[in-house]
């Protein structure tokens, strides 16, 4: 089929009835294409802009009216506008763009680049620093390429610059190209502060509780900063592998990576209050505070421990945190597997009458022992250090269940989730005394116990 006929009525093409081959042709040519729309667009637009057309109809301007015509946001209609009026003063730019050569980030990239260009007018020469430019990235050009050999002597610096970025773009996309564009701008305009990127006086972070009880973050660093956080993030991102199948093998991460950018920020975050090293805050070190009705907590575990026999709990009021306020009682239960308990008493009108001493409920000495026991997260298929754990009350305290080995094993946040929804359960062996985990009937229809991850290589279970 050709692509001419197909987009006179795209809605109409059956893809499905194509074969590989015509798959695997027309989608380039149709890329090819799109770049092409995209640039006709914008030259179009710089007619508009030229001739006031949008002014004469009574948009207050290009932009404005293409916002209206095209449905997009202001700023990607003035965006077109603006790189319409640059691409005017750079023909071979422009020519690229219009035979597809290029895409639209692509050329942002380079015609942002061509506005740094000291003296755009001055001839090149062969040994200015344009002439050693290096690929540091690894990318389409030859580390130590020199620029002269791909755009001749006879060009301006903002030539030959055009013309070296838009020989890189043939193998290199926006990203990577716009490493290459910023090294440069360095040869060129010398090695100073740049005043967006690196100025950590420009940095910003929100962090704002919404109405429906999640945190949005939003904000923007520096250089410095961002190479730091993204360096933080990155070891501790990573995919981790799932539960271990029946057959030996190992299940894929099935998070996303933005979900697991999540959880590696959370880690982060918990690492550095646990670690003690906060400044205080109101006369005590900084780290989750959760109010629940003792009560309240006992009745839930209790029905999450009795779940198939249909128990209820009691239920006295929300617990909640200073600031998110009220959360669900599962989550108060998970948070308090593992935590400092302060017990305080109230009147009938919810006024404390006595506190009493906070305490540890699990021991420094016995969190040893379950280290050494467990050697980090016990779920089967993961294994995180044990310092990324945190330990979980089989029979939750608060219905009587003892803190000690037979009772207790370590998990990550995320398999110390999984085991708070029910799904898997987790029972220490009389025989061995180690973890096993009974999976979901979803997983093995047998529900055959696992070993934990450090005793994988156990193949049966001793009750």
Not at 159 to 176: F, N, Q, V
């Amino acid at each position: 089929m050709d692509l001419d006929e197909m987009l006179t009525a795209p809605p109409d093409v059956a893809a499905w009835q194509l074969a590989d081959a015509e798959l695997l042709r027309l989608i380039p040519e149709l890329s090819l294409r799109m770049r092409q729309l995209e640039a006709l667009r914008v030259r179009l637009m710089h007619q508009v802009d030229q001739r006031c057309v949008a002014e004469q109809v009574g948009a207050s301007s290009p932009g404005n009216w293409l916002a209206g015509a095209a449905t997009m946001t202001p700023g990607q209609a003035n965006k077109i506008v603006k790189l319409g009026r640059e691409l005017a003063k750079h023909p071979e730019v422009a020519a690229a763009f219009d035979a597809g050569e290029t895409d639209y980030d692509q050329i942002r990239v380079i015609i942002e680049l061509l506005n740094k260009v000291p003296d755009p007018d001055a001839p090149a020469r062969s040994d200015d620093n344009v002439a050693t430019e290096t690929d540091a990235d690894g990318g389409g050009v030859d580390d130590g390429e020199n620029v002269f050999d791909i755009v001749g002597t006879d060009a301006t610096r903002t030539e030959a610059c055009g013309r070296y970025l838009l020989y890189a773009a043939r193998t290199e996309d926006s990203t990577t190209l716009a490493r290459r564009a910023k090294a440069l701008d360095q040869i060129l305009n010398g090695d100073k502060k740049n005043p967006d990127s690196e100025n950590a006086e420009l940095n910003e972070f929100h962090a704002s509780p919404g109405l429906g009880g999640r945190v949005h973050l939003k904000g923007h660093l520096d250089a410095a900063s961002g190479e730091a956080l993204l360096t933080a993030l990155s070891a501790l991102s990573k995919p981790r592998p799932g539960a271990d199948n029946r057959d030996g093998q190992t299940s894929k991460d099935q998070r996303t990576p933005a979900q697991r950018r999540a959880d590696a920020l959370t880690h982060i975050v918990r690492s550095y209050l646990d670690s003690g090293q906060a400044p205080s805050e109101g006369g005590e070190r900084p780290h989750i505070n959760v109010f629940v009705d003792a009560d309240d907590l006992a009745a839930t575990t209790d029905q999450h421990h009795h779940h198939e026999r249909g128990h209820r709990g009691r239920r006295r009021g929300p617990a909640w945190m200073p600031w998110l306020g009220p959360i669900s009682l599962d989550l108060a239960a998970q948070i308090s597997c593992d935590a400092d308990i302060t017990p305080i008493t109230m009147d009938s009108d919810g006024n404390p009458i006595d506190v009493g001493r906070t305490t540890r409920l699990i021991p420094r000495k016995l969190r040893r022992a379950l280290n050494a026991r467990d050697c980090g997260c016990a779920f089967p298929g993961c294994g995180r250090p044990a310092a990324w754990t945190e330990g979980h009350h089989i029979q939750h305290w608060s219905n009587g269940g003892p803190t000690n080995l037979s009772n207790l094993v370590l998990l990550c946040r995320f398999h110390h989730t999984t085991i708070h929804r029910g799904d898997w359960t987790v029972t220490i062996s009389k025989t061995d005394g180690h973890p096993w985990f009974t999976p979901p009937t979803w997983i093995d229809p047998r529900r055959q116990p696992m070993p934990a991850h450090n005793r994988r290589n156990q193949l049966t279970f001793a009750a």
